[in-house]
């Protein structure tokens, strides 16, 4: 069984940082590239940033770019976003989402529950 | 970037009626590159449509996608219970990878 177990959410001040974490199981995390998805609670879905399979292909949203970087270890099943330079347009429920196949530009066969990040003074 | 644009925003209807969807593009998807979710109160997002019209593993034959380059829909043939929830196109042919604002399916 697939699971993506987001953690690292938390309240932060803003311009404070943060460092989400995505623990996989259940596949063959090398296969597939990753990417966060986020929410605002009540309003819609917003990419944020993708991964590929083997780490070397990164992308991300431009209102992210430049503050949140994207890692993924593929020898802990792990998938990373450290965020930095936070605003309070950044609050919102994170999600690890798994691409069916190791480009980014993919659809997502899977979520985990999210993560709530607040930024707020 | 690929603006999406989900009509209605609201769908009033009573179990067992049709539920019609759609999503259109501001320029044309890429391969068909388009999927459907579907969300329910404190959930995350579930896969039903890839490639427009592709079911994903599990759903229910009552879900079907259909479309080609600006205009997709999603149908749900006679709404169950579970079928009550706000649903969500992705485009994921070009980057940014982008989503649109949703519809929600609510009970009439």
């Known amino acids: 069984e697939v699971q993506l177990v987001e953690s690292g959410g938390g309240l932060v001040r803003p311009g404070g940082s943060l460092r989400l974490s995505c623990a996989a199981s259940g596949f063959t995390f090398s296969s597939s590239a990753m990417s966060w998805v986020r929410q605002v609670p009540g309003k819609g879905l917003e990419w944020v940033s993708g991964i590929g399979a083997g780490g070397g292909n990164t992308y991300y949203a431009d209102s992210v770019k ?12 792990a998938l990373y976003l450290q965020m930095n330079s936070l605003r309070a347009e950044d609050t919102a429920v994170y999600y690890c989402a798994k691409a069916q196949w190791q480009l980014v530009h993919d659809y997502f066969d899977y979520w985990g529950q999210g993560t709530l990040v607040t930024v707020s003074s | 970037e690929i603006v999406l644009t989900q009509s209605p925003g609201t769908l009033s209807l009573s179990p067992g009626e049709r539920a019609t969807l759609s999503c259109r593009a501001r320029q044309s998807v890429s391969s068909n590159y388009l999927a459907w979710y579907q969300q329910k109160p404190g959930q995350a997002p579930r896969l039903l449509i890839h490639g427009a019209s592709s079911r994903a593993t599990g759903i229910p034959d009552r879900f079907s996608g259909s479309g080609s380059g600006t205009d997709f829909t999603l149908t749900i043939s006679r709404l169950e219970p579970e079928d009550f929830a706000v649903y969500y196109c992705q485009q994921y042919g070009s980057s940014p990878l982008t989503f649109g604002g949703g519809t929600k399916v609510e009970i009439k």
């Not at chain 1, 890692?71 to 802990?76: E, I, L």
């Open chain 1, 66 to 77: 430049g503050r949140f970087t994207v890692s993924r270890d593929n020898s802990k099943n």
